[in-house]
Each structure stands twice: as structure tokens, then as C-alpha cells.
């Protein structure tokens, strides 16, 4: 099923969490490195590929992602042993998870208007990458997933808690796989055109504070809603605008 339903909103928010995570302060100023050093080429190479290059950009950023998918997959089904020993009850499960993402906002919104060095500092792992060869590009982006930075780590977290209160270890993977593709799409994205969205990544670190308050604000309403337990009733409320303006097609696609 592709229509609109709970599980299809979740995927979603976890995709856009990806994004989020994407243009925070966190992400977006180190994109150039990363993209520079999972592909082996400078920055003027990027900015002017060939043909030859674009493929060689697309294989090894798709093989970063992959290095990240892993590792975000694998945290989930870490944690996902834990909460279905410790939760039985898919209500109570739900609400804790929405405790979680609205602390993770509050969080997220903490990292811009708070000054707390050490609360907010940054974890990264920086493996000698030339030791891996062809298989650089996944390890750099394993590493990438295990580093916790003050942004990435909020909105990953949130997604972790979401996924917990699926009740599927399928669909609660999914959700891990929408994040990571919503991370990873904009890297492929900027990296086979570099040049052209310079403008809009650096109109992005202008505003990086703004889109980073937005982005928690919108992350709590979605804790409030799962909190509340009200995801069903919001997915049936946006159905009923979906038919209403004559896109019921949306509604049960399958």
C-alpha cells in the first residue's frame, strides 16, 4: 500500500527527518570533505565532472550511504531487542516514543539557543581511510553514522524511538531506510552537481539557525501526536482533506 496511512506518514516524517538532518549546522558545512574524500577527487573536480567521473561519483556516494544505512539499521534492531522486552503494550510504547522525539526537539532546539560546550560538543570517528581501498567509501560512511553530532543525533534518535513503536521489525527498518535515503539523496545530489547548488547550500548556511528551530518546532508537533496518541486520528483527518480536494486516488493506492 502507497496511500495515505499512519505507517506511510511515518516514512515520510523519517525521510524528512533525513533531509533535516542533512541541512543542519552539523551536516552541511562538512558535505564538500566528505563528498571529496568518499570520491577521491578535489573540489574543482567535482565542481566540473565527466561523464567518467559522474559514474565514479554516483558508485562511491551510493556505497557511502550504504556504509550509514547499515550502521542506522543495525542500531535500530539494537535497540529494538531492548523495547520489545521492556514494553509489551503498543499504546504505552507509542507514547514513550513520543515523549522521546519531543525531548530530542527540545534538544535539537537547545543546540541553537543554548551555549553548553559540553553538552553540545561533537563525536566524531575518523578512520585511515586509505587502508580500505575499494571499500573507503562504505567504511567513511559507517563512520559517518556512528559520529553524534548535536544535530544529526536529535532527529536520528527520534526516528529510532518511532521506529521502536511499529511493532514490526520490518516496518520499524523502513523507517531507518527513509532516514538514510533522506540523508543520503541530497550528498548524491550535490555531488553530481556541485557547482550548480552552491547558491542554495550557501543560502542554507546563512539561514542554518532558522531551518534548524523550524525543523524541532515541526519534530514536536509530531512528539505531541504520538504522545497523545493521535496519529491515526490525524492520518484519518488528512484522508478526509485528500478526498475532499478530489485526490482520493492518494488515499488507497495499492
Same mark, same amino acid.
Given at each position: 500500500?502507497?496511500?495515505?496511512?499512519?505507517?506511510?506518514?511515518?516514512?515520510?516524517?523519517?525521510?524528512?527527518? +533525513?533531509?533535516?538532518?542533512?541541512? !543542519?549546522?552539523?551536516?552541511?558545512?562538512?558535505?564538500? +570533505?566528505?563528498?571529496?574524500?568518499?570520491?577521491?577527487?578535489?573540489?574543482?573536480?567535482?565542481?566540473?565532472?565527466?561523464?567518467?567521473?559522474?559514474?565514479?561519483?554516483?558508485?562511491?556516494?551510493?556505497?557511502?550511504?550504504?556504509?550509514?544505512?547499515?550502521?542506522?539499521?543495525?542500531?535500530?534492531?539494537?535497540?529494538?531487542?531492548?523495547?520489545?522486552?521492556?514494553?509489551?503494550?503498543?499504546?504505552?510504547?507509542?507514547?514513550?516514543?513520543?515523549?522521546?522525539?519531543?525531548?530530542?526537539?527540545?534538544?535539537?532546539?537547545? !543546540?541553537?539557543?543554548?551555549?553548553?560546550?559540553?553538552?553540545?560538543?561533537?563525536?566524531?570517528?575518523?578512520?585511515?581511510?586509505?587502508?580500505? +581501498?575499494?571499500?573507503?567509501?562504505?567504511?567513511?560512511?559507517?563512520?559517518?553514522?556512528?559520529?553524534?553530532?548535536?544535530?544529526?543525533?536529535?532527529?536520528?534518535?527520534?526516528?529510532?524511538?518511532?521506529?521502536?513503536?511499529?511493532?514490526?521489525?520490518?516496518?520499524?527498518?523502513?523507517?531507518?531506510?527513509?532516514?538514510?535515503?533522506?540523508?543520503?539523496?541530497?550528498?548524491?545530489?550535490?555531488?553530481?552537481?556541485? +557547482?550548480?547548488?552552491?547558491?542554495?547550500?550557501?543560502?542554507?548556511?546563512?539561514?542554518?539557525?532558522?531551518?534548524?528551530?523550524?525543523?524541532?518546532?515541526?519534530?514536536?508537533?509530531?512528539?505531541?501526536?504520538?504522545?497523545?496518541?493521535?496519529?491515526?486520528?490525524?492520518?484519518?483527518?488528512?484522508?478526509?482533506?485528500?478526498?475532499?480536494?478530489?485526490?482520493?486516488?492518494?488515499?488507497?493506492?495499492?
Amino acid at each position: 500500500m502507497f496511500g495515505v496511512s499512519a505507517s506511510n506518514v511515518n516514512v515520510l516524517v523519517a525521510f524528512g527527518g +533525513g533531509i533535516i538532518s542533512f541541512l !543542519s549546522p552539523c551536516v552541511l558545512p562538512i558535505v564538500p +570533505g566528505y563528498l571529496s574524500l568518499v570520491t577521491g577527487l578535489t573540489m574543482g573536480e567535482l565542481e566540473e565532472p565527466d561523464a567518467r567521473r559522474l559514474t565514479r561519483i554516483a558508485i562511491n556516494t551510493g556505497l557511502f550511504v550504504l556504509g550509514f544505512t547499515v550502521v542506522f539499521v543495525a542500531l535500530f534492531l539494537t535497540t529494538w531487542s531492548v523495547s520489545d522486552v521492556v514494553f509489551r503494550n503498543q499504546e504505552t510504547l507509542t507514547r514513550v516514543s513520543g515523549a522521546l522525539v519531543l525531548l530530542m526537539a527540545l534538544y535539537l532546539a537547545g !543546540s541553537q539557543l543554548l551555549t553548553t560546550p559540553r553538552l553540545y560538543q561533537e563525536f566524531r570517528f575518523h578512520p585511515h581511510l586509505e587502508q580500505f +581501498g575499494p571499500f573507503a567509501a562504505p567504511v567513511a560512511g559507517a563512520a559517518f553514522g556512528l559520529g553524534w553530532t548535536p544535530c544529526i543525533g536529535p532527529v536520528l534518535a527520534a526516528v529510532l524511538a518511532v521506529a521502536n513503536a511499529q511493532g514490526e521489525t520490518a516496518r520499524g527498518a523502513s523507517l531507518l531506510i527513509a532516514y538514510s535515503l533522506g540523508l543520503g539523496v541530497p550528498f548524491l545530489l550535490v555531488g553530481l552537481g556541485v +557547482g550548480r547548488f552552491a547558491p542554495a547550500l550557501n543560502w542554507v548556511k546563512r539561514h542554518s539557525r532558522a531551518i534548524t528551530l523550524v525543523s524541532a518546532a515541526l519534530l514536536a508537533v509530531f512528539g505531541v501526536i504520538l504522545l497523545l496518541d493521535r496519529l491515526p486520528l490525524v492520518t484519518a483527518r488528512l484522508q478526509d482533506t485528500l478526498r475532499a480536494i478530489g485526490l482520493a486516488r492518494l488515499v488507497n493506492i495499492g
